[in-house]
């Protein structure tokens, strides 16, 4: 089984770009093409939140139609710049999502079980997880010993840019990992949020994030160091279950790179 993952795309208005630089849509674009090109296709498409950029009716309505080429079936989960309820709204064929409240669910699929947790804080950059929602989670973990993903927006760990740093997952972050701990079968905990590419050990398993299909942080460890972007190459994470093996990650990168060519 292939995952790819797509994060943070943040899609504007028609005719609006990011810090006067940034064409997301036009990222976007392009990152769903590529997709559709991989050799191998992806079984399906995890969007880990940042969707839009504030939460609008009418910038949903605008990924609606950037993602309308993807073949595949296409989870997605809201970030800080998301809205739930327009979220809800401009896909109601995307029956997974829960019809009110929090949008966390469950995707089972032959391989492996995906749990889509929601990490919103209307308003606030910073994540959360409050005892309703973990209380979910720890339902949902004691019904199957299956290989199971959990996959959400705000990284439950410390990444080492201080300004993503105070934004993370603020609160909930202990007890998650506490649940997790217990349950050996969580394979992975795939997020968003920092626009780059970082994998640590975290609770028993490995939590990664991956790169932003448009602009990524600038890489600076400096703990005094301001927020910015840089236009580094964005990517597509795919996630490749082999029951044998488990979970591999890479980060396949959009763009023409000038290959591929024989080493002979």
């Known amino acids: 089984m292939l995952i790819a993952q797509i994060t943070d795309t943040h899609i504007k208005p028609e005719g609006q770009i990011s810090y006067g630089h940034v064409d997301t849509a036009a990222f976007l674009e392009r990152a769903v093409a590529h997709v559709i090109g991989?050799?191998?296709?992806?079984?399906?498409?995890?969007?880990?939140?940042?969707?839009?950029?504030?939460?609008?009716?009418?910038?949903?309505?605008?990924?609606?139609?950037?993602?309308?080429?993807?073949d595949m079936p296409v989870h997605l989960i809201p970030g800080n710049h998301d809205s739930r309820g327009p979220l809800r709204a401009a896909f109601p064929g995307h029956g997974y999502l829960p019809a009110d409240g929090f949008l966390h669910y469950v995707v089972e699929t032959p391989a492996l079980r995906l749990i889509a947790l929601d990490t919103l804080v209307e308003g606030a950059s910073h994540g959360a997880l409050c005892d309703a929602r973990l209380d979910w989670?720890?339902?949902?973990?004691?019904?199957?010993?299956?290989?199971?993903?959990?996959?959400?927006?705000?990284?439950?760990?410390?990444?080492?840019?201080?300004?993503?740093?105070?934004?993370?997952?603020?609160?909930?972050?202990?007890?998650?990992?506490?649940?997790?701990?217990?349950?050996?079968?969580?394979?992975?905990?795939?997020?968003?949020?920092?626009?780059?590419?970082?994998?640590?050990?975290?609770?028993g398993t490995i939590a990664s994030t991956a790169p932003s299909s448009a602009h990524q942080i600038t890489l600076d460890l400096d703990p005094t160091a301001r927020l910015t972007y840089i236009m580094e190459p964005p990517a597509v994470a795919l996630h490749r279950w082999n029951p044998t093996g488990g979970l591999a990650s890479h980060l396949s990168y959009v763009g023409d790179f000038g290959g591929p060519r024989s080493f002979r």
């Not at 969707?51 to 950037?66: C, F, I, N, Q, T």
């Not at 300004?163 to 997952?169: H, N, P, Y």
């Open 38 to 70: 991989l050799k191998a296709r992806p079984d399906m498409v995890l969007m880990t939140g940042d969707l839009v950029d504030s939460g609008a009716p009418v910038e949903y309505a605008r990924l609606r139609a950037l993602i309308a080429p993807l």
């Open 137 to 203: 989670l720890e339902a949902r973990l004691a019904e199957s010993a299956r290989p199971t993903v959990l996959f959400m927006h705000h990284p439950p760990f410390d990444c080492g840019i201080a300004a993503m740093d105070r934004e993370r997952l603020l609160h909930g972050a202990e007890r998650l990992a506490d649940i997790v701990r217990r349950h050996p079968n969580v394979e992975r905990a795939l997020c968003g949020h920092v626009h780059r590419p970082i994998q640590t050990r975290w609770a």
